[in-house]
C-alpha cells in the first residue's frame, strides 16, 4: 500500500515497546506504538483475525474479541480447534491477532501509486485459556459490549450452562504495534497532468436501520444506543 | 457466533472439495465450499488477512489482494517479510489468506446468543513468487480492478522501475472454504417475552462522496464506476 508518511508516535508509558516482530520491515513510518490510538482501532472493530499454528501451517480465522484495559478476549465454543489448543497447551497457544479498518479507497493517476488508506494493529502473544470464573463473566460482558457498548447491561446474562459451553481466552496487549495509512493521493509529480481523475473514495461506515426480531413484543422501544450510528 | 444454520452446498464441479483444514471443527452447518460464493466474498472485499509463520510463531498481516479465475495475488515491497520469504523458500510459502465481511449485528435478548452476520472465506496454500512479466502485470491489474472495478484502464500502467519495486506472490484456490452466519436473532424460546430488543442491525457499506485531489485539473470528470455505490 503505497502512501502518505503518518508520524511515528514517541515511545513513553503511552505506548507499547517495539519488538523485532512490531517493527515492520516496510514503510516503518507509517508504524505506531501509541496506547490511546491502539484501543481506539481495537474497540472500533467487530472482528479480529486470529492466527495460530496447526501442524506447523498458519490458520487465520475471524473472531468476535472484547478488550479489558490491556488485555484482549476471545471466546467461543469449547468444542471449537484454536480455544481447545490453548487448554491443551499448558504454556498457552502462540497466537496473532489483527484488526483492520478500511477508511478509503486511495485512486492515483498512476496504477502504481493506488492504495487504501486503513488502520490495523496486530497484536502478537501467548493465548491462556481464562478460567476464573469473575474473569470470564467480565470477558463475556467486554465481548457483548464490544459488539454494541452498553449491551451488555441490557441483555439477559449467560447462565451456568451457557458459561460452561464458552470457552474465553485472553491475551495481553504487550507485544503491540499500530498501523496506519492516513491522508491524500501520492502521484508522481510528472503524473499530475494525467487525464485520470484522482482522490479519495471514504468508505461508509455506521448502523443502517435496525431490523427488529419477528417475536419483539410491540411495547419494546428501540434502544438509544442503536440511534447513534 | 452463535446463530441459525446456513445451507452446506453440494460437492461437485462447482464447488472445492474439502480438506482435513477446511472442514470446521465447529458449526460445520456454516461452511460452504461453493465456487461461486467464495468467488463473490473474495471479489466484495478490500483487504484480506494473510497468516505466515515466522520462527515458528504466526503472523497476521493485512493484504490488498486481486483474483484472477482460480488465483489469488498479493503484492507489497520485495523488500517486505511475507514478500522476501515466498523469494527465499523455493517451495514457496506456507500461507492463508482470510477474508472476511460483517453484514449486520445480531443482538439477542440473551448476552449468549449475540452474534453477528458475517461472511467469509479462508484459503490454505503455497503462496510462490509470480516471475514472469505477463502474468505480474495482469496481476498488478488485478490488484487495481479490486479495489475499483475497471479502474486499470482508467490510470497509468506501471513502468518497468515500478514492477521492478514490486513483488507479487500468487496463491491457487485450491483449499478453500466459506462460512457465514444468516438470518436473524435464535434466542432460547423462555426469552423471547424479555423487555431486550432484539434483531438485526446492518451495517452500512458502499462509498461516501467522493473527494478529489486538490491538484486535479478541473476539467477531469468524476469517472462513472465511482458513483456507483
Not at 490458520?59 to 468476535?64: H, I, K, N, Q, S
Not at 455506521?206 to 442503536?226: F, K, Q, S
Request: aromatic share 4%; proline share 8%.
Amino acid at each position: 500500500m503505497q502512501g502518505t508518511e503518518t508520524p511515528t508516535s514517541p515511545s513513553s508509558a503511552d505506548a507499547y515497546t517495539p519488538t523485532d516482530r512490531t517493527v515492520p520491515t516496510r514503510s516503518a513510518d507509517r508504524a505506531s506504538y501509541d496506547r490511546e490510538l491502539v484501543h481506539a482501532i481495537l474497540d472500533e472493530g467487530y472482528v479480529g483475525h486470529l492466527g495460530f499454528v496447526r501442524d506447523g501451517r498458519p490458520v487465520v480465522l475471524p473472531t468476535l474479541y472484547g478488550r479489558v484495559g490491556e488485555r484482549l478476549y476471545v471466546h467461543g465454543s469449547t468444542g471449537s480447534r484454536p480455544l481447545r489448543m490453548t487448554g491443551q497447551a499448558d504454556p498457552g497457544l502462540a497466537v496473532c491477532l489483527t484488526v483492520t479498518h478500511v477508511d478509503a479507497l486511495v485512486l492515483a493517476r498512476s496504477a502504481f501509486h493506488h492504495s487504501i488508506n486503513y488502520r490495523s494493529v496486530v497484536v502478537h502473544g501467548i493465548a491462556h485459556d481464562v478460567t476464573d470464573p469473575q474473569e470470564k463473566r467480565a470477558a463475556l460482558d467486554a465481548l457483548v459490549d464490544h459488539v454494541v457498548p452498553g449491551r451488555s447491561a441490557d441483555s439477559r446474562p449467560g447462565n451456568k450452562k451457557e458459561l460452561a459451553a464458552t470457552a474465553v481466552i485472553r491475551l495481553d496487549l504487550d507485544e503491540v504495534s499500530a498501523k496506519l495509512r492516513t491522508g491524500g493521493v501520492n502521484d508522481e509529480p510528472e503524473d499530475l497532468s494525467l487525464p485520470h481523475w484522482a482522490g479519495l473514495v471514504p468508505l461508509r461506515k455506521g448502523y443502517g436501520d435496525p431490523i427488529a426480531d419477528g417475536d419483539l413484543a410491540p411495547e419494546v422501544p428501540l434502544p438509544g444506543y442503536l440511534t447513534v450510528s
